[in-house]
């Protein structure tokens, strides 16, 4: 049994309240077996609109697809499971003032695309480097 399990338990006896006060519902699972059978049990209880943030591998390992339960494998094949890559930086430091890694971003993109639609995307502004290149009249730019 996973450590989240007491927590779930204890938040789907109250959460009947909180539920109605939202508007979507993203919930996170790992990829393994006793990670996704939590979660068949939390989507039960849901029964507004929920997106799924699924860490792990690109590819789903089979005994963990064999123990999607019938509501996982629904937002799966309507595309509201978004897998988010495990990135060892942020599994080690957390989050930080750096960049995201661009897999771990895109997959934040592709989660808020689908819970918040209307809005529109917005893209990461980096600032521009000086260059310090000389042109061919002798100044720099």
Known sequence: MEAGAPLISDWLASSDEVLERV???VVT?????PAVRQTEHLLE???GPVFVAAL??????RLVEAGCGPRLR???????VVRVP???RLATSGLTGDSLPA?????GRSLAALVAPQLPAQHRHRPQAKSSRRTPAGTVR
């Open 23 to 25: 508007q979507h519902v």
């Open 29 to 33: 699972t790992r990829l393994t077996v």
């Open 45 to 47: 209880a849901i029964s």
């Open 56 to 61: 792990g591998p690109f590819r789903w390992p």
């Open 74 to 80: 629904e937002l799966r094949g309507r595309g509201h």
């Open 86 to 88: 495990i990135d060892r």
């Open 103 to 107: 897999a771990v971003e895109a997959a």
